[in-house]
């Protein structure tokens, strides 16, 4: 199917190699993220969330990092495999008293392409 | 257990003409999404359900775009009618419960008008 990444940020690397995805958010009141993971012709897929009161979680061979003194997130994924080339997403759902209270907004997108 | 199912996978049809698109919940699950996809962007709520009430349509454009949970279980997605810039994926997403939860994705349906 036809990728839905034309024009997103991308990152090359090889098999074996860990990868970090970077995501800045907007809201400051947002009170949870999420990583989705989005292959060519498919829905995106979850992969790890976190919420404000962390900085860090954990998965399998994926972790998940949160600053929010400078809004940011991240997804390192470790030992990176030609299965995990697809488009990440994060997503950062609106917290109690902002305009988007429950609302999921999804970030610009980053390409991930593993070289065997 | 079954994922969300979406149908149809493709469609294309000419500007000014309607459509009509089709999303099957997770059993159980409560709230239902719609999103619009357009290539090169990360999905963008259209509208949201909780059981067969609207909870959000802000950013439904409600002069060509209609969306309905009848039975609180299948949902459909209608444009009508439909123009150049409404080319893209739509995509339908369900959870558990409103606020609280993932929200889990079908493949969504590829629209292209022409």
């Known amino acids: 199917g036809e990728s839905v990444g034309l024009h997103l940020p991308t990152l090359s690397v090889q098999e074996g190699d860990n990868s970090i995805i970077n995501c800045a958010y907007s809201?400051?009141?947002?009170?949870?993220f999420i990583w989705y993971k989005q292959e060519s012709g498919k829905g995106p897929q979850f992969i790890i969330d976190i919420r404000s009161n962390m900085d860090k979680r954990q998965g399998q061979r994926v972790t998940v990092l949160l600053n929010k003194t400078v809004k940011h997130l991240s997804l390192q994924i470790a030992a990176t495999q030609p299965g995990d080339s697809a488009v990440y997403f994060c997503a950062e759902k609106g917290g109690a008293g902002g305009t988007s209270y429950g609302k999921l907004t999804f970030g610009q997108g980053t390409i991930l392409t593993v070289h065997p | 257990e079954a994922g969300v199912a979406q149908s149809p996978r493709y469609k294309i049809i000419e500007k000014r003409q309607s459509v009509a698109f089709w999303c099957n919940p997770i059993?159980?699950?409560?709230?239902l999404y719609w999103y619009q996809q357009i290539l090169g962007q990360g999905p963008k709520l259209l509208i949201q359900?909780?059981?067969?009430?609207?909870?959000?349509d802000s950013q439904l454009p409600k002069d060509r775009f209609s969306a309905e949970r009848l039975k609180g279980v299948d949902s459909t997605l209608k444009i009508q009618p439909a123009k150049l810039e409404d080319s893209a994926v739509y995509l339908c997403a369900t959870g558990v419960a409103y606020f609280t939860d993932t929200q889990y994705f079908g493949p969504g349906t590829r629209l292209t008008v022409l």
């Open positions: 059993s159980g699950h409560a709230t």
């Open positions: 359900f909780q059981n067969n009430g609207v909870v959000d």
């Open positions: 809201n400051s009141a947002s009170d949870y």
